[in-house]
C-alpha cells in the first residue's frame, strides 16, 4: 500500500523557519497551513477521537443495560487502563523499530474493526459483557500502538518551533472530542440504538486511516549500528541520564497524583453546592471547557523558549486553582476556578510534549511516548485512589485543599532540585 507522492507542502515548506513570530491570542493554525500531511492527520485525529468518544459512552450504558451494576460499568475503565499501561511501553519499543506510519494505519485499521465488531453484536442481539470487556481491553492495545507513533510522526513533518502549535492543537482534538463525544453519542444511542453509535464511530475511522495512508514512510533514524530490535529497557536507561526529559514526567505526576480530585466530585457536589448528578456534570465540564479555551487560546506560547519554566509555572498554577476551588463553596466559582486549572493543565501538556518531542532522538521518540502514555493514563488513577482516602481519613475539603497545595509544594522541591530544568531553552534543546 504505497503512499502518494502529493508532500511538496509537507516536505519543504515546513523544513522553512519564519523569521519573525508574529503576535496571537488564538491557536496557532501554521501547522495546518504549511503541512498538509499534518493537516490530514489532526483532521482525522479530531473525527475519530469524537467516534472513540461515543463509543466509550456507549459501551458503558450497555454495560450498565446489561447487568444493573455501577461496579461492572466500572470495570469498563480497568479493562481499558491494564492494557494501555501493559502495552504502552512495548507499543514505543514497536514505534522505534518499524515503519510509524504503517503501526498506526493497521492499528487504526484494528480499532476500526472492533467498532464493526460491537455494531455487528448488537445488531445481532448478542450482549454479552464480556465481550465488551475484551473489546475494550482490544481497544486499548490497538491506542498503546497508535499513540507513541503518531506523536513520533509530529517532529518529521514540523519544523522545531511549529511544534508548540500543533502541540496545543492536538489538545484541542482531545478536549472538543471528550466534550462532544459523549454528548453525540447519547443521542444517537437513544435514536438509533448501540449498534448506530458503534457504526458511525467505525466510519470516523475512515478519516484517520486515509491521513495515515497518505503520510511518507516513517521508518525512525536509527544511528549506524544501532541494533535492529529497540529495547524498552535501552529507553529507560536513556530517560535515566535525561534529567530535562524526567523532569517533565515528575511534573505532571505532582500534579495528577497529588492535585487531581476528580474522584470527589460526587461527594463535593452535595456536601458543597447542595446538587447531584448535574452538578457533578458540570464540575466536569468546567475543567474540561477551561483546557479547551487553553487550547483555542494558545497563540502566545509559540513565542515561549523556556519551556522548562512554562512547565513548572503552569503545574504549580493548576495545584493553586485546585487549592482554591476546595474552599469555595459558590458553584460558579468554583467552576471558574477548575477552569483555570484545566487552562493551565493544558499549558502544561503542551510544552511537555514538545520537549519530550524536540529534545529527544528520532529512534527513542516511540519508546519515551510509551512512557508518557503511562504516566497519563496511570497517574490521574493514582490521583482518586489518593484523593478518596485522604478524604475518607479527613474531609473533601482537606483533600483537595491540601492537594493543591502539596503539588505547589513538591514541583518548587523538583525545580529546586534540578534547577537546569527551569532554565531549558527550546532552540537549544537538550534532554
Known amino acids: 500500500m504505497g503512499a502518494p ?14 523569521p519573525t513570530r508574529p503576535r496571537r491570542i488564538f491557536a496557532d493554525l501554521t501547522p ?10 489532526w483532521i482525522g485525529g479530531t473525527v475519530s477521537w469524537v467516534g472513540q468518544s461515543m463509543t466509550a459512552l456507549a459501551i458503558s450504558l450497555q454495560v450498565y443495560d446489561i447487568t444493573g451494576s455501577s461496579f461492572s460499568v466500572g470495570l469498563v475503565g480497568l479493562f481499558s487502563l491494564v492494557p494501555l499501561i501493559a502495552f504502552g511501553l512495548y507499543g514505543g519499543a ?8 504503517k503501526l498506526g494505519l493497521y492499528s487504526s485499521l484494528g480499532a476500526a474493526g472492533l467498532s464493526i465488531a460491537l455494531a455487528a453484536a448488537a445488531l445481532l442481539g448478542f450482549h454479552r459483557v464480556w465481550f465488551l470487556y475484551a473489546v475494550v481491553a482490544l481497544q486499548a492495545v490497538c491506542g498503546a500502538l ?39 453519542g447519547g443521542l444517537i444511542v437513544s435514536l438509533g440504538g448501540y449498534q448506530a453509535a458503534y457504526l458511525v464511530d467505525a466510519v470516523t475511522f475512515t478519516a484517520a486511516l486515509y491521513a495515515m495512508w497518505r503520510l511518507p514512510s516513517m521508518k525512525p533514524d536509527r544511528a549506524e549500528g544501532a541494533r535492529g530490535r529497540a529495547s524498552v529497557v535501552d529507553g529507560l536507561r536513556f530517560l535515566g541520564t535525561r534529567p530535562n526529559i524526567r523532569m517533565t514526567f515528575f511534573s505532571d505526576m505532582a500534579a495528577m497524583v497529588l492535585a487531581h480530585p476528580r474522584a470527589l466530585f460526587p461527594a463535593v457536589a452535595g456536601l458543597w453546592f447542595g446538587g447531584g448528578a ?17 487550547g483555542l487560546f494558545s497563540g ?21 486553582a485546585i487549592a482554591v476551588f476546595g474552599l469555595t463553596r459558590n458553584l460558579w466559582l468554583g467552576m471558574f476556578f477548575l477552569a483555570l486549572a484545566g487552562a493551565a493543565d493544558t499549558t502544561s501538556m503542551v510544552f511537555r510534549t514538545t520537549m519530550l518531542q524536540a529534545a529527544t ?29 485522604a478524604a475518607d481519613l479527613t474531609s473533601p475539603a482537606v483533600a483537595v485543599t ?30
Open 32 to 41: 495546518l497551513r504549511t503541512s498538509l500531511d499534518y493537516q490530514r492527520l
Open 361 to 389: 532522538p528520532d529512534d527513542m521518540r516511540g519508546r519515551l511516548q510509551g512512557v508518557f502514555i503511562v504516566v497519563v493514563a496511570g497517574g490521574p488513577r493514582l490521583g482518586d485512589f489518593l484523593a478518596g482516602t
Open 278 to 294: 448535574g452538578t457533578v456534570g458540570l464540575l466536569v465540564a468546567a475543567t474540561a471547557a477551561g483546557a479547551l479555551l487553553g
Open 5 to 18: 507522492t502529493d508532500r511538496c507542502l509537507s516536505s519543504d515548506v515546513t523544513r522553512t523557519t519564519s
Open 94 to 101: 514497536i514505534a522505534d523499530t518499524v515503519d510509524r506510519r
Open 402 to 431: 491540601g492537594g493543591g497545595l502539596a503539588c505547589v509544594l513538591v514541583v518548587g522541591l523538583l525545580a529546586l532540585r534540578w534547577r537546569g530544568f527551569a532554565r531549558y531553552d527550546a532552540r537549544n534543546p537538550q534532554a
Open 300 to 320: 502566545w506560547q509559540g513565542r515561549v523558549q523556556r519551556h522548562g519554566l512554562a512547565i513548572l509555572l503552569a503545574v504549580a498554577a493548576w495545584g493553586l
Open 146 to 184: 497508535t499513540g507513541p507513533a503518531r506523536s513520533a510522526m509530529i517532529p518529521r513533518l514540523l519544523p522545531a518551533e511549529q511544534l508548540p502549535a500543533a502541540n496545543a492543537l492536538n489538545s484541542v482534538t482531545m478536549t472538543f472530542g471528550t466534550m462532544v463525544g459523549p454528548a453525540l
